[in-house]
């Protein structure tokens, strides 16, 4: 049986300058602790890290053997966002913690046929692309924002999130006395 090189190492995008190969990956698939990936020349490798690590375009994989592996974003359906008053409208998708790649002149988030139709009630213009994915990494730099579950009877409801690097947060969200529920 032959041993597939190994990555126990990310190397952040600017901190690298050559890669022997590449790897595509969709922004799930960034998300990763342990994982035969295969890169774009056909050679299979073994991603094995201390813990789970977000992968953006442009960093790399550092093999036992020295060799860097480039990570690039693939192409995966979105929603490409416009509209009049895109503040307003990137408000909404924050607000539901989705995650965004923020561009001139207009938004790209994930696929979500419940977020797409609250877009097109507040005028927004929505249309489906097939492109890479690099949304935002947050309010703390890199890394992830992440969803959570919007329906709450009532009340204020307290939830914590883990940020994928050991660190976690908490906060509450008060919702009034009305049940709702926003699904994703």
């Not at 990936?37 to 036992?64: I, N």
């Not at 990570?71 to 307003?88: H, M, Q, S, Y």
């Not at 409208?89 to 419940?114: F, S």
């Amino acid at each position: 049986m032959t041993t597939l090189p190994t990555s126990h190492e990310i190397l952040r995008k600017g901190l690298w300058d050559d890669a022997a190969d590449t790897v595509r990956l969709s922004y799930e698939d960034r998300f990763l602790r342990r994982k035969v990936l295969k890169a774009a020349s056909g050679q299979g490798f073994l991603v094995d890290l201390a813990h789970t690590e977000s992968l953006d375009h442009g960093d790399a994989f550092r093999l036992t053997d020295g060799r860097a592996v480039a990570v690039e974003a693939a192409e995966e359906p979105l929603l490409a966002v416009t509209g009049a008053d895109l503040p307003r409208i990137a408000w909404h998708i924050g607000n539901r913690h989705t995650p965004c790649q923020i561009e001139q002149g207009r938004l790209l988030i994930q696929r979500d046929h419940v977020i797409r139709d609250m877009l097109e009630k507040i005028g927004a213009t929505v249309a489906e692309v097939d492109e890479p994915f690099t949304p935002e990494g947050g309010a703390y730099g890199h890394g992830r924002t992440h969803g959570h579950d919007h329906s709450h009877s009532h009340g204020p409801e307290a939830h914590s999130h883990d940020d994928g690097h050991g660190h976690s947060h908490s906060h509450a969200h008060s919702h009034g006395s009305h049940p709702h529920t926003h699904e994703h």
